[in-house]
T-cell receptor, first 114, second 117 residues
Framework: DGGITQSPKYLFRKEGQNVTLSCEQN?????MYWYRQDPGQGLRLIYY???????QKGDIAEGYSVSREKKESFPLTVTSAQKNPTAFYLC?????????????FGPGTRLTVT | AQTVTQSQPEMSVQEAETVTLSCTYD???????LFWYKQPPSRQMILVIR??????QNATENRFSVNFQKAAKSFSLKISDSQLGDTAMYFC??????????????FGTGTRLTIIP
């Protein structure tokens, strides 16, 4: 089945530690995105990548880093510089073919930092 | 910058009834896309429906339809014959295709919809 996988579903870390969230897609999509979701708010864009080895900052990139070494993978690292890392993180991808701009989302990772 | 406003934080409706969720947006652009996403308790974001701004005809997907009023910058979602499985958070989202590969979604804060048996 084609889709987007994120692992793990729940992640717990101590304050001051870096943590990497996994995102893999087998949809052959070119673009991939990371969003953060907090209670009572919509999704906010952290980083996005149009093609391999290229990525751009979104609206709230401070304290995060990404890499795009393979088309299928777009891991997100939450660094110790992120002041409030506890949140629900969603990965998405899109094909961007013609006028098909829909983004398809993974199941998300709930990160709790204490 | 574009903004998306969903003024109804919560709504509830009896099963089989029709419900309309409101969304307004602010933009100076003429070419853009609008989406409704559904997030059930599993938290998986699911695309419900999309609308291209250049199309006057309102989009429809089975029981889901939109009322797109471009001049009023309004994009409401109508759910007909509501079902228990429609219980979810619904997010309205705006996308302006800037150039190839720079599509970014701007989301509203969501409406929590509960379908009552």
């Amino acid at each position: 089945d084609g889709g987007i996988t994120q692992s793990p579903k729940y992640l717990f870390r101590k304050e001051g530690q870096n943590v990497t969230l996994s995102c893999e897609q087998n949809l052959n999509h070119d673009a991939m995105y990371w969003y953060r979701q907090d209670p009572g708010q919509g999704l906010r864009l952290i980083y996005y990548s149009q093609i391999v080895n290229d990525f751009q900052k979104g609206d709230i990139a401070e304290g995060y880093s990404v890499s795009r070494e393979k088309k299928e993978s777009f891991p997100l690292t939450v660094t110790s510089a992120q002041k409030n890392p506890t949140a629900f993180y969603l990965c998405a991808s899109s094909i961007r073919a013609g006028t098909a701009y829909e983004q398809y989302f993974g199941p998300g990772t709930r990160l709790t930092v204490t | 910058a574009q903004t998306v406003t969903q003024s109804q934080p919560e709504m509830s409706v009896q099963e089989a009834e029709t419900v309309t969720l409101s969304c307004t947006y602010d933009t100076s652009e003429s070419n853009y896309y609008l989406f409704w996403y559904k997030q059930p308790p599993s938290r998986q974001m699911i695309l419900v429906i999309r609308q291209e701004a250049y199309k006057q005809q309102n989009a429809t997907e089975n029981r889901f339809s939109v009322n797109f009023q471009k001049a009023a910058k309004s994009f409401s979602l109508k759910i007909s014959d509501s079902q228990l499985g429609d219980t979810a958070m619904y997010f309205c989202a705006f996308m302006k295709p800037l150039n190839f590969g720079n599509e970014k979604l701007t989301f509203g804060t969501g409406t929590r919809l509960t379908i009552i048996p």
